[in-house]
């Protein structure tokens, strides 16, 4: 098992930008998966993007082209780059990871391994 622990949400306007951090308890696997999941209220919790071991990315259609999910290793930390928010990407943003696997969809059901959350709002 590893611990995620989220950072780096807040309050900010449309068009506003933001950066999550995830950060990872001491890990000692070489295939794994990181990824994003977001959840509004009154809503399922929805994959936003992964990251596996090799670098690959995969990202909902609705993000693409404003987030960018990167990981710096030294670190054991993931990050989510949000750019362009609206009112709809408003929800608490959940950090997950799946040890021992590559390649993994972006479903909330894969991942066994989950932080606590951090809460974005946008602004209109």
């Known amino acids: 098992q590893v611990q995620l622990v989220e950072s780096g949400g807040g309050s900010v306007q449309t068009g506003g930008s933001l950066r999550l951090s995830c950060a990872a308890s001491r890990y000692t696997y070489r295939r794994y998966c990181m990824g994003w999941f977001r959840q509004a209220p009154g809503k399922e919790r929805e994959g936003v993007a992964n990251i596996d071991s090799g670098g690959n990315t995969r990202y909902a259609d609705f993000v693409k082209g404003r987030f960018t999910i990167s990981k710096d290793n030294a670190k054991n930390t993931l990050y989510l780059q949000m750019n362009g928010l609206t009112p709809e990407d408003t929800g608490t943003y959940y950090c997950?990871?799946?040890?021992?696997?590559?390649?993994?969809?972006?479903?909330?059901?894969?991942?066994?391994?989950w932080g606590q959350g951090t809460q974005v709002t946008v602004s209109s």
């Open positions: 997950a990871a799946l040890m021992g696997w590559t390649s993994v969809p972006l479903a909330r059901h894969t991942y066994s391994n």
